[in-house]
């Protein structure tokens, strides 16, 4: 029969089953920015992306790669959006732009601080 090695931790639990011991910093995982084509966030075909970052070399988000195949899509989809959003009065239409224009309002101070990450002035945001 084979010895068993007991090691003994450093770490303690808690109450709450937590471990207790040396804190450890937390990685920071960037904000993946997906496409959007026809009402929804596909994956893109080739699944790859690549890392966006400003001017001091801090990566900001990944951003996916779209394929041609992507891009075809999107114009079908556009295409295929412009056929129905015509045929809307455009009264319906001003609501919906109106209502667009309400949310990016209230995304304001968000839209400034990633500009500014983007080493944007917070004048030029």
Known sequence: MGKAIEKASTLA???????K????????VLKTYKIYIG???PRTESGRYYVAANSKEEQ???VCLSSRKDFRDAVVAARNAYKSWSLKA??????????????LESRKAQ???EL???DASKAQA
């Not at 639990?13 to 471990?19: A, H, P, Q, R, V």
């Not at 011991?21 to 920071?28: A, C, D, L, T």
């Open 60 to 62: 900001l988000a990944n």
């Open 90 to 103: 455009a009264s319906n239409r001003g609501q919906i732009l109106y209502r667009m224009a309400e949310m």
């Open 13 to 19: 639990i808690s109450e709450n089953g937590l471990e």
């Open 39 to 41: 009402g929804q966030f």
């Open 116 to 118: 500014i990450k983007q």
């Open 111 to 113: 839209f400034v601080e």
């Open 21 to 28: 011991g040396p804190s450890k910093k937390r990685v920071e």
